[in-house]
């Protein structure tokens, strides 16, 4: 790779995933203010196979800020957290601060962060201040942040917001990684001498609806879990032991009855509950114990994690596209048009 010879004092990693609606109001205020910083920086946003006009957006603000806009176009989607990796990878800010493009995160408080990184922290975690987000949301990620608290090392407030500073020795560490399915803020809190956390403002989602579906949460949840922690599979080994010796004292207690009343069949249907529940327990410990074999099978297969298709930068102060940008955002929208055909 041919990198200018200055890099960035900063970069902005964010990802796009169908977020035409919003992108225009996206620019209209990253870019002012990126440049009352006044620090070098580069923005670049990872199309994760976005099936509406993104890509298109994305690569019309290229051409508007050429000098300190990149973008990165990937040929599927992904997931935010492997898009962010391709935008780490391809990062030479000594600052990488990774942002939504929904604008739930205020362009506005990245100075905040990078004031912070200066003073000589190597991440700079948030706790988003009055959260705008369902009530559900909100419960159900205050219960994760528990779980991950006990079952951890990892040391956080507020483990879902991703306005996020890291030093260089961070990124450069988790590009060694090679992760499939990971959860960023962790990972690089991993790798953190320095950690310090800051209060964000956090606002509504500007335009569209949230990407995740009530699956894709659960899954990136799971990966939080089984990614960083094998206490679940010491949790699954205790409940054995203690249904262990739970059923041994039920045999004796049932061995005895059978000496002083003779033969019985009262309680059949405690019986069953009780094999139920057992089953439940066992059927649960092997869904867990696939969810990390299933990780170590994609892991051990060692496929690319992700296909870039074009990547729009600047090289020597000309525009570049590594693949003609005609073609890409030509395929873009014969995706789109196929999509409203069905
Ligand atoms: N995103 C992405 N790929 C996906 C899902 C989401 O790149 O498969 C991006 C999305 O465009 C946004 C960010 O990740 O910039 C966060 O997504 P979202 O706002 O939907 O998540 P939420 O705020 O509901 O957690
Ligand atoms: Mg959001």
Same mark, same amino acid.
């Given at each position: 790779?041919?990198?200018?010879?200055?890099?960035?004092?900063?970069?902005?990693?964010?990802?796009?995933?169908?977020?035409?609606?919003?992108?225009?109001?996206?620019?209209?205020?990253?870019?002012?203010?990126?440049?009352?910083?006044?620090?070098?920086?580069?923005?670049?946003?990872?199309?994760?196979?976005?099936?509406?006009?993104?890509?298109?957006?994305?690569?019309?603000?290229?051409?508007?800020?050429?000098?300190?806009?990149?973008?990165?176009?990937?040929?599927?989607? @992904?997931?935010?957290?492997?898009? !962010?990796?391709?935008? #780490?990878?391809?990062?030479? $800010?000594?600052? /990488? *601060?990774? +942002?939504?493009?929904?604008?739930?995160?205020?362009?506005?408080?990245?100075?905040?962060?990078?004031?912070?990184?200066?003073?000589?922290?190597?991440?700079?975690?948030?706790?988003?201040?009055?959260?705008?987000?369902?009530?559900?949301?909100?419960?159900?990620?205050?219960?994760?942040?528990?779980?991950?608290?006990?079952?951890?090392?990892?040391?956080?407030?507020?483990?879902?917001?991703?306005?996020?500073?890291?030093?260089?020795?961070?990124?450069?560490?988790?590009?060694?990684?090679?992760?499939?399915?990971?959860?960023?803020?962790?990972?690089?809190?991993?790798?953190?001498?320095?950690?310090?956390?800051?209060?964000?403002?956090?606002?509504?989602?500007?335009?569209?609806?949230?990407? @995740?579906?009530?699956?894709?949460? !659960?899954?990136?949840? #799971?990966?939080?879990?089984? $990614?960083?922690? /094998? *206490?679940? +599979?010491?949790?699954?080994?205790?409940?054995?032991?203690?249904?262990?010796?739970?059923?041994?004292?039920?045999?004796?207690?049932?061995?005895?009855?059978?000496?002083?009343?003779?033969?019985?069949?009262?309680?059949?249907?405690?019986?069953?509950?009780?094999?139920?529940?057992?089953?439940?327990?066992?059927?649960?410990?092997?869904?867990?114990?696939?969810?990390?074999?299933?990780?170590?099978?994609?892991?051990?297969?060692?496929?690319?994690?992700?296909?870039?298709?074009?990547?729009?930068?600047?090289?020597?102060?000309?525009?570049?596209?590594?693949?003609?940008?005609?073609?890409?955002?030509?395929?873009?929208?014969?995706?789109?048009?196929?999509?409203?055909?069905?």
């Amino acid at each position: 790779m041919d990198f200018p010879a200055t890099s960035p004092e900063l970069s902005v990693i964010i990802p796009v995933y169908n977020e035409e609606a919003g992108l225009a109001a996206l620019f209209q205020r990253l870019y002012p203010a990126l440049d009352a910083l006044d620090t070098s920086y580069e923005v670049i946003f990872i199309n994760d196979g976005s099936r509406d006009k993104s890509a298109a957006l994305l690569a019309q603000q290229f051409h508007v800020r050429p000098d300190t806009t990149r973008v990165i176009l990937l040929n599927g989607n @992904y997931g935010q957290h492997m898009a !962010i990796l391709a935008g #780490f990878e391809q990062s030479r $800010g000594d600052i /990488v *601060v990774t +942002l939504d493009a929904d604008l739930q995160n205020p362009p506005e408080e990245i100075g905040k962060l990078v004031a912070k990184m200066r003073e000589g922290y190597d991440y700079v975690g948030t706790i988003r201040q009055q959260r705008q987000d369902s009530l559900w949301r909100k419960k159900a990620s205050r219960a994760m942040n528990r779980l991950r608290e006990r079952i951890t090392k990892i040391r956080m407030t507020d483990q879902g917001c991703m306005l996020r500073a890291y030093s260089r020795h961070i990124i450069d560490t988790i590009n060694r990684c090679g992760e499939i399915n990971t959860f960023i803020p962790a990972l690089a809190y991993t790798f953190a001498q320095n950690p310090i956390e800051v209060d964000v403002a956090h606002e509504e989602r500007f335009a569209g609806e949230s990407k @995740y579906s009530l699956y894709s949460l !659960i899954r990136l949840n #799971f990966d939080l879990v089984t $990614g960083f922690s /094998v *206490v679940p +599979l010491q949790w699954l080994s205790f409940i054995g032991v203690i249904l262990s010796v739970g059923s041994a004292g039920l045999f004796v207690l049932l061995l005895i009855r059978r000496f002083m009343f003779g033969a019985e069949v009262q309680g059949v249907f405690t019986l069953f509950a009780i094999t139920f529940f057992m089953l439940g327990v066992i059927i649960f410990a092997l869904g867990l114990l696939g969810e990390y074999i299933g990780r170590i099978y994609q892991q051990v297969r060692a496929r690319p994690r992700y296909l870039v298709q074009t990547i729009l930068e600047q090289r020597d102060g000309l525009p570049i596209a590594t693949k003609p940008l005609q073609e890409a955002v030509q395929q873009v929208a014969a995706v789109t048009r196929e999509e409203n055909g069905r």
